[in-house]
């Protein structure tokens, strides 16, 4: 009588889905327990992955997040979580200063990454994240979750289709205003905990990654001036954190450009618009109107409106929902971390932002702060 055996290094969970034709669900463990692990661990489960363990800066608050966001486990140590042989991909949501030392830790200990942006507060550190990131053959990717607006990926596509013409002009900003008022404070307000930059590593980023994303070209040089409006907030003395940033860029291609970041604009909540300029066509997208693209020509303007039955093929991916059904930023955040764990099984979707382009936002930060210093046009290398 022939006996069927399981190979005792196969887990019976990959042996269920290889029995059934079933994509192996991945494990998640998430380090950090506040607004990002909510937002990480929603999208985590419409992905479909086990939500396995978490660890924070306590074995009590692991305890409360595990019990609030539904996750299996809750470790007292990152050092714990990640010796965890059954958990796959590690969140990072921490404060920005601790993101290099524990996506760091995470690879090291074989695990797929998202690190929440930045990346690192250093270019050495994000350098060094990007080059462990390779050569390790694992997944590791960075939520400029913007790029994954359905309309994003329909403007890229109008570009490198040529509808523009050739590239002339970009205006961009990113203007918030949960720090407009002076006694208005958080965590990354403090350099030790959020540093060197505030308002331009947390939200400029993502503005000059979708630019860059969008126009499929880079910001060669730039000249920025940065303000820090108050000194001395609820718990917070001395920042020497910026609030907001303005900046002239030139592209690599020749187009120029202002960017305003700002983080006390009153009125302004997430307010994330970028217009581009070419001698055929402008594009406007604004990310609190996330279901419209504005197109603009000499003979007039049209408002293209999310529709997959006529949306370019990669934007048409990304329209979870049919037309006329809204989608926004957790749509758009859902759709990365499903392609990031696409990658962690080999896949390699288009416009997936890895640590390489952490990296790149991390280099473009180090400018505009040396720009600030010096009042000089600052080349932006890598």
């Known amino acids: 009588m022939t006996k069927t055996v399981i190979d005792s290094a196969v887990p019976a969970r990959e042996a269920a889905a290889a029995a059934t034709g079933r994509a192996v669900a991945p494990r998640a463990g998430f380090i950090g327990a506040g607004f990002m692990a909510t937002v990480h661990s929603r999208a985590a489960r419409a992905a479909g992955a086990e939500l396995s363990a978490v660890a924070s800066s ?3 608050s692991a ?3 595990a019990a609030r966001l539904g996750l299996g486990r809750a470790y007292d140590s990152v050092d714990e979580l ?4 059954d958990i796959d991909i590690i969140h990072v949501c921490t404060p920005n200063t601790t993101h290099a030392r524990f996506a760091l830790a995470a690879l090291d200990a074989g695990k797929h990454v998202v690190c929440e942006k930045p990346l690192a507060t250093t270019v050495g550190d994000a350098a060094a994240l990007a080059r462990r990131a390779e050569t390790s053959g694992l997944s590791a990717t960075v939520p400029f979750v913007y790029r994954f607006h ?3 990926r329909e403007a890229r596509a109008r570009v490198q289709a040529g509808e523009t013409g050739r590239l002339l002009s970009i205006t961009g900003g990113y203007l918030q205003d949960w720090l407009a008022e002076p006694l208005a404070d958080d965590w990354r307000v403090s350099a030790e905990l959020g540093g060197p930059s505030r308002a331009f590593a947390d939200i400029g980023s993502h503005l000059v990654d979708l630019l860059e994303f969008v126009t499929g070209d880079r910001i060669a040089r730039l000249n920025a ?13 001395d920042i020497a954190t910026e609030d907001l940033v303005a900046l002239v860029v030139e592209m690599s291609g020749g187009a120029v450009g202002t960017l305003l970041v700002s983080q006390v604009a009153p009125g302004r909540k997430n307010s994330l618009v970028l217009e581009i300029a070419g001698t055929e066509q402008s594009i406007r997208f604004d990310q609190e109107r996330p279901e419209e693209l504005w197109l603009g020509r000499r003979s007039g303007s049209q408002l293209l409106l999310r529709d997959p039955e006529t949306l370019a093929p990669d934007a048409a991916r990304l329209s979870t929902v049919p037309s006329g ?3 926004g930023y957790q749509d758009a955040f859902n759709s990365f971390i499903a392609d990031s764990y696409a990658a962690t099984a080999g896949a390699a979707p288009d416009g997936l932002p890895t640590f390489a382009d952490g990296l790149r936002a991390v280099h473009v930060t180090a400018a505009v702060l040396e720009s600030h210093v010096s009042g000089a046009w600052v080349e932006v290398s890598a």
């Open 225 to 237: 001036t940065t303000r820090t409006v108050y000194g001395d907030r609820g718990d917070n003395r």
């Open 58 to 60: 306590s074995g009590r």
């Open 82 to 85: 990640l010796a965890d042989d």
């Open 63 to 65: 305890e409360s997040a």
């Open 325 to 327: 059904h809204p989608m």
């Open 150 to 152: 359905p309309m994003v």
